[in-house]
């Protein structure tokens, strides 16, 4: 007998903002999660916060999509 299975997140990967900024010295962006966010089971809100920099934006932008 041979079994496959699919396996998806049990909740999807979404951004929930995006920022473009020219960095020149410090920048400062307040960020919380979500109201809604989901908790792990000791309470703890899932996710996180990714930053990315590069020198110029004709390097282009891998992670923008539409």
Do not use: E, N, W
């Not at 792990?40 to 999509?65: E, F, H, Y």
Request: glycine fraction near 10%; charge should be positive.
């Amino acid at each position: 007998m041979k079994l496959t299975q699919k396996v998806v997140a049990a909740i999807p990967v979404t951004a929930q903002q995006a920022t473009i900024a020219q960095v020149d010295g410090t920048l400062t962006l307040p960020v919380a999660p979500p109201a809604d966010a989901s908790k792990s089971s000791d309470g703890a809100v899932r996710g996180g916060i990714a930053v990315s920099l590069q020198p110029k934006l004709t390097d282009g932008l891998p992670g923008v999509r539409r």
